[in-house]
């Protein structure tokens, strides 16, 4: 069994009232606060690196905490987004193990990720189930979430594996760092295995059916996460088939706007990828890896199909679950979908569990890392996500 408390501040420059304002909130003074084991996840605006607030609170609170910085985090009080929002996790009979890989490359990745678990496992009794691998990761421009996710599979076969790229609030991201025992890495992956009967249920919202256009093309070439065609045509040429149109240069007009759903032809719910943009060979750069022959769809997002996707995912798993935490990552495509409105999708999920006593953690991200369920609705595949809410119980 897992407890859970959260924790929010706004307080950026003053370290000493940062630091109060979260101790006050998570109570820890009181008996039974914490149990055996105990880990913190936390999520922040770059700024409260630069003040020292991450660091302060590495310092003084008695567990390791691992997390990522954000543009937006909520919990059941609110959303901001100049904030930090930490989560406890404790447990009698979960025991969280950290990890810190060495800098990830695209020629080293897997070999440092694999490493890092290595080191992390060394020394545990080979009888404890590895229930959950959470994981904080980079963003970088050579590396995709499929990375972690391939390597997941590898290190820890059946194992699922649920996390987040980092980002910021700059116009580049580049302040996007994961956050380790108070230090944070530009290039290093973060992580917490939870060894014991965790029991995480996950959940996705992306799109509506009614947002999917019905025409199903299946991908007749790909590699990794460049779609090069479609039903035999490259895929400027399906997609003007659609009704998308190229300008004089070739380039699709808005590609970042209509979001693709990928049917894997495994059984497994289909996953949302986005496309940046198009080469003058007619392929499309996309979000994650598209696998030869799937079926793939173009939908439309737009801010009311944002909010109405994460309020209806939600009220569904918590009509199913009661979880003592939750867990829930968003796309930074989400976010800015809403336009003037950013923090619609968030102030709807505080709405939804404001009186739930949950704890409730909410971050925004560059990627989310998340299972499927297969065709018995019980075993996971692990996926990358994008413009993607993903959501895990505890």
Do not use: W
């Not at 116009?171 to 029991?199: K, M, P, W």
């Not at 939600?314 to 829930?328: I, W």
């Not at 953690?361 to 369920?373: D, F, K, T």
Request: charged letters at 20%; hydrophobic letters at 40%; glycine letters at 8%.
């Amino acid at each position: 069994m897992i407890k859970a408390f959260t924790a929010h501040t706004a307080e950026i420059d003053d370290v000493d009232s940062a630091l109060a304002e979260i101790k006050e909130q998570l109570n820890l003074d009181s008996d039974g606060r914490l149990l055996k084991n105990s880990i913190g996840i936390l999520s922040c605006y770059s700024d409260f690196l630069d003040s020292g607030v991450v660091r302060a609170l590495s310092d003084a609170l008695p567990f390791e905490i691992i997390g990522s910085t954000t543009l937006c985090s909520a919990t059941v009080d609110g959303a901001e987004t100049m904030a930090l929002t930490l989560t406890v996790m404790t447990s009698d009979d979960v025991n969280f193990i950290v990890g810190l890989s060495e800098p990830i490359t695209l020629n080293n990745g897997e070999a440092a990720l694999r490493a890092a678990y290595e080191a992390a496992v060394l020394g545990r009794d080979t009888e404890e189930k590895l229930s959950l691998i959470l994981s904080f990761s980079p963003l970088l421009l050579d590396v995709s979430g499929e990375l972690y996710v391939n390597t997941a599979n590898k290190v820890a076969p059946g194992v699922p594996l649920f996390g987040m790229l980092a980002v910021d609030h700059s116009s580049d991201y580049h302040g996007s760092q994961v956050i380790c025992n108070g230090e944070a890495y530009t290039d290093r992956c973060a992580f917490a295995l939870l060894f014991g009967e965790a029991n995480p249920k996950f959940f996705l919202a992306s799109l509506s059916p009614e947002k999917i256009y019905r025409e199903k093309g299946v991908v007749s070439a790909s590699h990794g996460g460049l779609l090069q065609s479609v039903n035999g045509m490259t895929t400027v040429k399906y997609l003007e088939t659609l009704g998308h149109k190229a300008d004089s240069n070739g380039n699709i007009q808005g590609i970042n706007t209509f979001p693709l759903l990928v049917d894997y032809n495994d059984g497994t719910s289909p996953v949302v990828r986005s496309m940046f943009t198009n080469t003058p060979d007619g392929a499309a750069v996309c979000g994650g890896d598209i696998p030869l022959g799937a079926t793939l769809s173009v939908a439309s997002i737009n801010a009311d199909e944002i909010v109405a996707t994460a309020a209806a995912t939600l009220t569904s798993a918590l009509e199913q679950y009661k979880p003592a935490c939750a867990f829930l990552f968003s796309c930074v495509g989400r976010f800015f979908f809403l336009g003037y409105e950013p923090l619609k999708e968030a102030e709807k999920v505080c709405e939804i569990v404001k009186d739930s006593g949950i704890a409730v953690h909410l971050a925004y991200c560059s990627g989310e890392l998340c299972p499927v369920y297969g065709n018995d609705g019980k075993t996971t595949i692990n996926r990358a996500h994008n413009i993607t809410l993903a959501i895990c119980f505890f």
